[in-house]
């Protein structure tokens, strides 16, 4: 029967060195092994979009799949990426992971070039007489071309082509290809946001940037969809939804932030990819705050020393720049951003003892307020006040009744809730809130209009500066690591 592609793959990355200059092969041999050992994946798939395959060298690419072959031991199939944007190269590749004793090779449509439907077929038939099993790749979001399922239909008939992997989010072109050619290749689905309706029809199963961060959920749905427990497989859908959009949209810069996250360190991403750029420094916290959620990344105890006398307890997702003991809690400060455009939020905080000069800004900024900058306290309900008790103060003077009801509306709400949310998630002691005080000023664009986005751009804001000012961040270590990629986050706005 030759192979057949299925089951749940994870689109692996290519982990560098610290100066990015060569292939860390220990940390990519201990992804795998993390892929295979914790995971249960049943394939990988090295040297793809998410490993950065552009930026890799013909060595190079050469290199990583024989040690995803090596490494895999024949534990599960290595499907090995062989893309290039001309058919040589493409070719030279595939016969590389033929001698390197690959299971199939993954080979995406030619980029750049774009080259018409007579072209790309001849591509591809040019690949199939390699002799090695071929997976046909469609993401034409990095590619530029499109794959029409008339073609695949054609290529179907060759004695290699095993299969299609479709990264285009479109579930109509993988219903066209399973409708024609289901019964002579099979179909594996490649947008993180559609796995369960691509299962669903039909897909024999998947290759996914998540997978090497939540695969063991997506074989956990695999396994639903094959039982036809469809209403179980949608509720692992939407709990990973989150998860999937944030690493869909920052790709293998999202994925590696995650695995460093949860302890499989791979390092940072070649230029042009950059921490700070595709995945913004928001998003990296969401990508944080998902994982905690779902278990990836363990919540621990923390001590707080509110009052030197008596350590409290709090719990975080302990990562590497989580402090074992917070002291001295007379003021800390953090700031968070979040959203764009008109409805973007910035907020900057302090959190410390009423007794201390968080305790007298406090104050201050209740009896001597600026006009049109007057500040409200945080609340939910009028008859419910959030503890910490949390001063919010406009950073933009309130020149408009619209401006003002923003501020105290959807503003105050989402910067209300998160702080709520912080000490019931245990960020912030139950048993330390009446003895602290939060003065946080709020940014509202003067020409916002979207109410429910500034709730939700306020919430996250809050949330980031409270865990970014208790966990005393950023840390040194951090600004070290991202300093080359620093910028103003409205540097390149208009």
Known sequence: MGFKPGGINPALVTPFTKDGVKVDDAAFR???????????????????????FTSLTI????????????????????????????????????????KS???????????????????LYEHYR????????????????????????QIVEDLADLDNIVGLKDSSGQLKLILAVLEKVGSKINVLVGHDEVVFPALAS?????????????????????????????????????????????????????????????????????????????????????????????????RKPVKIEVEPKEPLEARFGVIGFTPEHIKDFSIKVGEGLAGTGAEVAHIDLMIGRKDGPVGYAFAQAKTAPKERME????????????????????????????????????????????????VEEGLIPKSAVDQLLIVATVFVHPTAVDRKRILINNYKAM?????????????????????EYAKHPFKWEP
């Open 375 to 422: 500040p409200l306290l945080a609340i939910l309900e009028p008859n419910l006040m959030v503890k910490p008790e949390t001063l919010l103060v406009p950073t933009v003077a309130n020149r408009s009744m619209h401006q003002a009801s923003l501020f105290g509306g959807p503003a105050q709400t989402g910067c209300a809730k998160a702080v709520m949310d912080s």
């Open 202 to 298: 039909g897909c024999s199963g998947a290759i996914l940037a998540s997978a090497q961060l939540i695969g063991d959920i997506w074989v956990e749905m695999l396994q639903k969809v094959q039982a036809k427990k469809y209403a179980e497989a949608i509720a692992l859908q939407l709990k990973v939804q989150k998860l999937t959009r944030l690493i869909v949209g920052s790709g293998a810069v999202g994925t590696k932030a995650g695995l460093n996250m949860i302890g499989v360190p791979v390092g940072k991403p070649r230029l042009p990819l950059t921490f700070g750029g595709v995945l913004t420094y928001e998003n990296r916290e969401e990508i944080r705050i998902e994982l905690e959620k779902l278990g990836k990344i363990e």
């Open 126 to 149: 040019l690949v199939n007489e390699v002799g090695l099993p071929i997976i046909l790749y469609n993401i034409p979001q990095c590619t530029g071309l499109d794959m029409p399922w």
């Open 59 to 98: 060595e190079e690419h050469k290199r990583v799949v024989k040690l995803a072959i090596e490494e895999a031991a024949g534990k599960v199939p290595v499907i090995a990426g062989a893309g290039a944007s001309n058919t040589k190269t493409t070719i030279e590749l595939v016969e590389s992971a033929q």
């Open 101 to 119: 004793g690959a299971d199939a090779c993954l080979v995406v449509t030619p980029y750049y070039m774009r080259p018409t439907l007579r072209g």
């Open 30 to 52: 201990r992804l795998i092994r993390h892929c295979i050992d914790n995971l249960g994946i049943t394939g990988l798939v090295p040297a793809g979009t998410t490993g950065e």
């Open 463 to 483: 949330r980031h500066a409270l865990r970014r000012a208790i966990e005393g961040r950023p840390s040194i270590n951090e600004l070290l690591s991202d300093k």
